[in-house]
Nanobody
Framework: QVQLVESGGGLVQAGGSLRLSCAASGRTFRSYAMGWFRQAPGKEREFVAAISGDGAGTDYSDSVKGRSTISRDNAKNTVYLQMNSLKPEDTAVYYC????????????????WGQGTQVTVSS
């Protein structure tokens, strides 16, 4: 069982930056691939970014590619999403998720989810 807690969301002006964090429980964090997803009001949840257990592999949605960086610190059991040049359309609840690395498909199924953190970008 993996428990995930996101933090770092907030209100920011367009063009600004935020760094989201997701702290995971357990001693096998590096065995899990991690992903970030988001859900805007009235829209379906969508993939944002993902990273392999060792951090060597990453994937980004076209909507954030070039503006965001996913990273992880396995010593701290934490994954990050650095978001720059934020736009109003980035407004959403952001969720982190985890899946056993052996079953990882970057934009596929994740088995563990956090509660989410709200990101609001004002124009």
């Amino acid at each position: 069982q993996v428990q995930l807690v996101e933090s770092g969301g907030g209100l920011v002006q367009a063009g600004g930056s935020l760094r989201l964090s997701c702290a995971a429980s357990g001693r096998t964090f590096r065995s899990y691939a991690m992903g970030w997803f988001r859900q805007a009001p009235g829209k379906e949840r969508e993939f944002v970014a993902a990273i392999s257990g060792d951090g060597a592999g990453t994937d980004y949605s076209d909507s954030v590619k070039g503006r965001s960086t996913i990273s992880r610190d396995n010593a701290k059991n934490t994954v990050y999403l650095q978001m720059n040049s934020l736009k109003p359309e980035d407004t959403a609840v952001y969720y982190c998720a985890a899946v056993w690395s052996g079953a990882w498909v970057p934009r596929g199924r994740y088995d563990y989810w956090g509660q989410g953190t709200q990101v609001t970008v004002s124009s």
